[in-house]
């Protein structure tokens, strides 16, 4: 599909959720899924500024260059920049603490959502990442967080139905139909900055279930896992503890694409432990409201 296409629709979705909807928010993690949202926003809307702040659910477990490039960006545009933090959740008994908080966003989030009364959640999720995913559609309705793929509506033809009724809200998902190798090909064309941690550094890692993790505060090497320097990239970034790396010489955007077009795995089967626990893992916390 062309990426100019791609990008028409993506527009269109977030003005027609902006048009509909009284309180539209995006979640912006400081990912190359979340920077391209941003990016697209900003060119949705210009010359005015971006009208709807921008939410990071924070579990505390990030890597840092993630989060010195979201509060560089949003600063550089201006943008509201609201953080529901796990920690948070954690504290108020909302949600008992565990060594990766990843599943325990969906509660922050929900909360988060419901406290500032956001009818519309701008996501960066794709199809192609999880089978999941693949079931979404681009309004997907939300019903007190949960999310039913059996009750979500027909997007014949790409018309979307923005009505909502009391106690729902939707999560827009502009980039549904792009692949890796898209997002890749638009932060080409728009010569996109992006955290250290996409492109290869020599960072120190240890092997776990096959895969790269890098040793952070918040995960440590086990008994009989080795520390080794390697030179690495991510191709997702999340939770430090449930994402790994991957051993690679990309330093470019154009290295990065060339090295994609030779790979079989998807992004968050190559790389994230929380979707390798089981083939319904991802839909089983979308079931509770995780994004």
């Known amino acids: ?133 693949a079931k979404e559609r681009l309004f997907s309705v939300r019903v007190g967080g949960r999310w039913d793929p059996s009750r979500q509506r027909p997007e014949l033809f790409g018309l979307v139905n923005p009505h909502l009724d009391a106690g729902a809200h939707f999560r827009v998902f502009p980039l549904s139909n792009w692949t890796e190798q898209d997002v890749w090909r638009f932060i080409a064309q728009e010569q996109m900055e992006l955290p250290s941690l996409y492109f290869a550094h020599e960072r120190r890692v240890f092997r776990r279930g096959g895969l790269w993790y890098a040793e952070t505060e918040f995960l440590r090497p086990g008994p009989g896992e080795v520390v080794e320097t390697k030179r690495v990239r991510f191709r997702t970034v999340g939770d430090a503890t449930c994402t790994a790396a991957v051993e690679s010489n990309a330093q470019t955007v154009g290295e990065v694409l060339a090295e994609l077009e030779s790979t079989a795995l998807s992004e968050r089967g190559a790389t994230r432990a929380d979707d390798r626990a089981s083939e319904a893992a991802m839909e089983r916390r979308k079931l509770e409201g995780y994004f």
Do not use: Y
């Open 1 to 133: 599909m062309a990426l100019s296409w791609l990008e028409s629709e993506a527009v269109f979705l977030l003005r027609e959720a902006v048009a509909t909807c009284a309180r539209p928010v995006l979640l912006f993690s400081g990912g190359k899924d979340s920077a391209v949202m941003l990016r697209l926003a900003e060119k949705a809307f210009w010359p005015s500024r971006i009208p709807f702040p921008v939410m990071h659910v924070d579990t505390g477990h990030n890597f840092p260059e993630a989060i010195a490039f979201r509060d560089r960006r949003c600063a550089e545009l201006g943008v509201e920049l609201l953080v529901a933090r796990v920690q948070q959740s954690i504290d108020e008994g909302r949600v008992a603490d565990a060594p990766s908080r990843n599943p325990l966003q969906t509660v922050t989030l929900n909360d988060a959502i419901a406290r500032h009364g956001f009818d519309a959640v701008f996501g960066g999720a794709r199809r192609d990442e999880e089978r999941s995913r």
